[in-house]
């Protein structure tokens, strides 16, 4: 049996594979590096968003009121209740935060308005519904 055709075809085959992978080798090399320089002002947008929430929202300035707690949400939930009509409830200062509504959200941000109540910040008019101190 002659098995030289058949081991010839085999390599006609894998040489052609061969330049196949080499070739999406190259295309992801290629991609991995636009993929780099897409990131970047991806990083520096997301960056700069960060920075202008961050002086957007401002402290609330009370010359008789105590040091807020080290945390950026509690002068942005203040700034939520300064701008609100009326109490609001957990829930709708989470929506104003852009909050995911979550259960461990919505019971963070329950809390942090009750501890505003113990500073004298808030009032809690019924329960779970808050407003600012007046």
Do not use: W
Not at 19 to 25: F, G, K, N, P, V
Not at 46 to 66: E, F, N, V
Not at 109 to 128: F, Q, S, W, Y
Request: hydrophobic share 40%.
């Amino acid at each position: 049996m002659n098995i030289d055709p058949l081991l010839d075809a085999l390599g006609v085959q894998e040489d052609a594979a061969r330049a196949l992978t080499d070739d999406l080798r190259t295309q992801i090399t290629e991609l991995q590096g636009r993929l780099r320089e897409a990131e970047t002002p991806l990083e520096h947008l997301a960056i700069t968003r960060k920075t202008i929430t961050a002086l957007a929202d401002p402290i609330p300035a009370q010359a008789d009121s105590p040091d807020l707690p080290e945390s950026p949400d509690y002068p942005r939930i203040l700034a939520v209740l300064n701008e609100a009509s009326g109490p609001l409830r957990a829930r709708d200062v989470c929506e104003a935060l852009d909050h995911e509504l979550l259960s461990k959200n919505i019971e963070g941000t329950r809390a942090k308005r009750k501890r505003l109540v113990k500073l004298g910040i808030l009032t809690e008019i019924d329960t779970g519904s808050f407003t600012r101190q007046l």
